[in-house]
């Protein structure tokens, strides 16, 4: 039981990952990180968190990491994902006749709910009735 929530656990983080990445949280994460030093640097240059934070965010003074973060965008983007098969895949119908079990041709039957009843205790209940202890 412990060791199967901890394949479970595993496994949906392993999806997380794999679904953060396909759908390019790396480069948003990258460009967080770039942003969060250039404020850094401006901001301690200028002497002004308002004069950092429009330094970072215009978009006319970016940083080396945002430089790279972009053009490897860009290559993503434009590199084309081919997919070659080496073998042409050939779709045959199977025939119906061979391969289908025979059918069940009973007629279904729902049973008569009068005649389905809850089995009658002959035993007593305990003597004196347990009483539940809160924790």
Known sequence: ???????????????????????????????????????????QKDGSLLSGAKKTFDGEHPCPMCKSIKVAKEKERSVPVVVASAKKIEVFPA????????????????????????GIRTDAPPAPVPIAIPA
Do not use: I, K
């Not at 396909?22 to 770039?34: F, K």
């Not at 391969?99 to 009973?106: A, G, I, T």
């Open 1 to 43: 039981m412990f060791a199967d929530s901890r394949v479970r656990f595993l496994a949906h983080a392993l999806a997380a990952v794999a679904m953060f990445l396909m759908a390019g949280g790396h480069w948003g994460a990258l460009q967080a990180v770039a942003w969060t030093g250039m404020l850094w640097n401006y901001t």
């Open 95 to 118: 025939p119906l006749c061979a391969e289908l079990p025979p059918r069940d041709c009973r007629e279904f039957v729902f049973p008569d709910p009068g005649a389905m009843t809850a």
